[in-house]
């Protein structure tokens, strides 16, 4: 059981070491200030759990899976200064395990380590708001439970999936398209039915899966109910 710790700014390195070595008796193995320092690390010491702020200077999101694909049982604690649902969507999408704030309790930061080491998901009290008010089930994130067998969707479903995708409620939706709130209700519970999907998330995937928006688009917004 190793940890590494990913990120550009020395002093936030400092602070974890202190916080994680002394709290959770897990031993730091390596630091990385880089993506190319960070695979280095990994390939050296063959950690179990890496925490990284991917928006750090140096680092980008796609290092994650790049890792994971290499080192299946690796688990990624995510430790940024963002909190927005689009942020957290892509992350627990490309494998993020764990997410902490940086200006969440130093308790926390020490569970996410803690409970991340046992095999469970962590999110502190920030990242948790910020998933209820976007209504993510995080359990449903799953990119791979989406098929290529065709799906027969009309062209108003189309619109409306990529509305939602887009992070508009169902009020705005129906100014959009002059339809009554009923209608787009309706149409959204259609859409889920035949993508066999659960909620917002699940038409949002869908609708990154298929291209039908971006990725990297704001796919949320925290003011949504």
Known sequence: MGIVLADSND????????IVSIQTGLPIVGEATNNEELFEQIM???PSIVILDFTADGFTID???????????????????EQNAQILVDALRIGVKSYVKKDCELSEIVNAVIETSKGNKFFCGQILETIQKAEIDVNDLDFE???????????????????VAEGNTNGKIADLLFLS?????THRKNIMSKLGVKNTAGIVMYAVKMNIVSPNRFLFSPNNS
């Open 44 to 46: 050296s010491f063959n």
């Open 181 to 185: 709130n009923h209608t787009v209700n």
């Open 145 to 163: 439970s989406f098929t290529c067998e065709a799906v027969v969707l009309s062209e108003r479903e189309n619109e409306i999936i990529k509305l």
């Open 63 to 81: 290092i994650i899976s790049k890792i994971q694909k290499l080192k299946t049982d690796l688990s990624f604690i995510a430790i940024t200064p």
């Open 11 to 18: 002093l936030v390195r400092a602070g974890l070491r202190s």
